[in-house]
């Protein structure tokens, strides 16, 4: 094969990839207009700062999901946290996941709540005492 033939081949392999990566990026895109829309795309790394940002502006509370039930995620005892904080369900989360990506919205939605929710306990029972709102 010559070199010229070979770097064509190259060029029409990498279009390739890439056209397949669009597919796939706006199957993603309908995935989540049809089936999740309201949805957060969440990243769990940020959840401590945004539970201290919270504390601080007097926003306590603490993140649920919904799934056959509501669940706090992070908080072992569910019970004991009744009536001493404010609790705020995620929009968009469920058990009945209509796609893939619907479902790897709400997992990393789960995992963010328990990331901000571990913080805000840590934080009010810690540093600021007991707080609840």
């Known amino acids: 094969m010559s070199k010229a033939a070979a770097l ?3 060029a029409l392999l990498g279009m390739l990839v890439a056209g397949c990566e669009r597919i796939r990026a706006m199957q993603a ?3 989540i207009a049809s089936g999740c829309p309201d949805l957060p795309r969440l990243i769990a790394s940020t959840a401590p700062a ?4 919270d504390i ?4 306590v509370k603490l993140l649920a999901v919904m799934g056959y039930a509501r669940e706090i995620p992070g908080v072992p005892d569910q019970e004991a946290v009744r009536g001493k904080y404010r609790i705020a369900v995620i929009p968009g989360t469920t058990d009945a996941v209509p796609n893939r990506t619907c479902a790897d919205l709400n997992d990393k939605a789960r995992s963010y709540a328990q990331a901000f929710n571990e913080a805000v306990i840590a934080l009010a029972h810690g540093a600021l005492g007991h707080v609840a709102n």
Do not use: I, P, S
């Open 29 to 31: 895109e309908r995935d």
């Open 56 to 59: 601080h502006t007097g926003n």
């Open 50 to 53: 945004d539970a201290l940002r």
């Open 8 to 10: 064509t081949a190259l």
